[in-house]
Antibody, heavy 119, light 110 residues
Framework: EVQLVESGGGLVQPGGSLRLSCAAS????????MSWVRQAPGKGLEWFSL????????YYADSVRGRFTISRDNSKNTLYLQMNSLRAEDTAIYYC????????????WGQGTLVTVSS | QSVLTQPPSVSAAPGQKVTISCSGS????????VSWYQHLPGTAPKLLIY???KRPSGIPDRISGSKSGTSANLGITGLQTGDEADYYC???????????FGGGTKLTVL
């Protein structure tokens, strides 16, 4: 059974940093691209970062480029998101998602972890 | 403002059919596969349709997807109260080099 479990969310002050993790199981982690998607309060789903299975290729949305870094450790079956220079508008539930095929759909999602940016 | 345009809400009675539209452009829907997701806030989104019209195992055939040009549709027949949720279309945008979602459509089963 595929499982994705996010952790690391919490309350952080504007300008601060936070590192999220997504522990994966039930599939060959290194064979699949992974993404981070978030949902701000009262808003829709927003994709913002993707990494290929072997970490050679990454993509970012303009809203986070230069502030967030996606990475993965295939030996630990874990996806990461380093978030720096956090802003109030980064407040959201953060989901990790497995891509079924490269640049296509997301077939499995985690339950999400809440990040709140506030002073 | 989302790259993909969906109606904010749709509604229909139990047992009826509803269609949710998703409009884009040649850089996204026109040249890439569309997928659809069901989301109840606070829970993990669920893949309903991939590659425009294919259903993952476990998704009933009363749920369907179609695409024509730069628009896609999600259809749900035999509506149930359990179908009440937010629905999102999504695809890769080749010009933006980014995955894009529609703004989401809230389905109400009256």
């Amino acid at each position: 059974e595929v499982q994705l479990v996010e952790s690391g969310g919490g309350l952080v002050q504007p300008g601060g940093s936070l590192r999220l993790s997504c522990a994966a199981s039930g599939f060959t982690f290194s064979s699949y691209a992974m993404s981070w998607v978030r949902q701000a309060p009262g808003k829709g789903l927003e994709w913002f970062s993707l990494i290929s299975g072997r970490s050679g290729t990454t993509y970012y949305a303009d809203s986070v480029r230069g502030r967030f870094t996606i990475s993965r450790d295939n030996s630990k079956n874990t996806l990461y998101l380093q978030m720096n220079s956090l802003r109030a508008e980064d407040t959201a539930i953060y989901y990790c998602a497995k891509q079924r095929q490269w640049l296509r759909d997301f077939d499995y999602w985690g339950q999400g972890t809440l990040v709140t940016v506030s002073s | 403002q989302s790259v993909l345009t969906q109606p904010p809400s749709v509604s229909a009675a139990p047992g009826q059919k509803v269609t949710i539209s998703c409009s884009g452009s040649s850089s996204n829907i026109g040249n890439n596969y569309v997928s659809w997701y069901q989301h109840l806030p606070g829970t993990a989104p669920k893949l309903l349709i991939y590659e425009d019209n294919k259903r993952p195992s476990g998704i009933p055939d009363r749920i369907s997807g179609s695409k024509s040009g730069t628009s896609a549709n999600l259809g749900i027949t035999g509506l149930q109260t359990g179908d009440e949720a937010d629905y999102y279309c999504g695809t890769w945008d080749s010009s933006l080099s980014a995955w894009v979602f529609g703004g989401g459509t809230k389905l109400t089963v009256l």
